[in-house]
């Protein structure tokens, strides 16, 4: 069982910054994503992380902006998004997901929501333009 919970979402102008937060306990799983959902569009991929060796993952659109790592406590991994020069169009919910499967994939795989186990409940991302 997993249990992730995000936090750190909120409204910002074009331009700003956020860093949002998902706090990962019981098992952590090989791999965390983030993954965005505006209304009425499809989950689509964010970023990910691999911890067998910290490979990390973008989706062309966020790439250069955003910035992914965790932090290792005792019994909880915490997974950050550091989301810069915001634009209107990053408005969406914002996901965290654990991937419980073990093995080195390609990078195509993390990009899918279908590889992940678990999900957190998603913290809102307002950008206003």
């Known amino acids: 069982q997993v249990q992730l919970v995000e936090s750190g979402g909120g409204s910002v102008q074009a331009g700003g910054s956020l860093r949002l937060s998902c706090a990962a306990s019981g098992r952590t799983g090989y791999a965390m994503g983030w993954f965005r959902q505006a209304p009425g569009k499809e989950r689509e991929f964010v970023a990910a992380?691999?911890?067998?060796?910290?490979?990390?993952?973008?989706a062309d659109s966020v790439k250069g902006r955003f910035t992914i790592s965790r932090d290792n406590a005792k019994n909880t991994v915490t997974v950050y998004l550091q989301m810069g020069s915001l634009k209107p169009e990053d408005t969406a919910a914002y996901y965290c997901?654990?991937?419980?499967?073990?093995?080195?994939?390609?990078?195509?795989?993390?990009?899918?929501?279908?590889?992940?186990?678990?999900w957190g409940q998603g913290t809102q991302v307002t950008v206003s333009s």
């Open positions: 992380m691999r911890w067998s060796d910290g490979s990390t993952y973008y």
């Open positions: 997901a654990a991937d419980l499967s073990p093995g080195r994939y390609s990078g195509g795989y993390y990009m899918r929501p279908s590889s992940y186990d678990y």
